[in-house]
């Protein structure tokens, strides 16, 4: 189904393979399940330069699983914390992005463009 997903233009990344909280893992513990991850993700011909942290929020992962992710390939991380109005954009810890967050600034917009 994953490779069916993938061939139909939908992107599929890698989410862990143990579904852990990143940020309790070992360096061993971490990099055995980002190299199975990624190799899983790869061999399906997804997008190994993109992760959806497990669990989402900020204490699931810190900057030692960020540095491993860099290591890794990794380009962009995205969390499940809401967007905040004067969060920074870190590439590795991007906030989730709630798509009727999206539709109110798309109509924030289409109103000022006018």
């Known amino acids: 189904e994953l490779e069916d997903l993938v ?35 790869a061999s399906l011909r997804g997008d190994v330069r993109l992760f959806a942290y497990p669990f989402g929020k900020s204490e699931s992962f810190n900057l030692r699983v960020q540095e491993m992710l ?7 991380a995205f969390s499940s914390e809401p967007r905040g109005d004067k969060q920074s954009v870190d590439p590795l810890a991007l906030p989730r992005l709630d798509p009727r967050d ?9 109103a000022n463009s006018a």
Not at 102 to 110: A, P, R, S, T
């Open 102 to 110: 999206l539709l109110k600034e798309l109509d924030h917009w289409i």
């Open 7 to 41: 061939k139909r233009g939908h992107v599929v990344c890698s989410h862990s393979h143990s579904h852990a909280c990143l940020s309790l893992l070992d360096e061993n513990e971490l990099e055995r399940d980002f190299e199975s991850s990624i190799n899983f993700i």
């Open 70 to 76: 860099r290591r890794y390939g990794i380009c962009l």
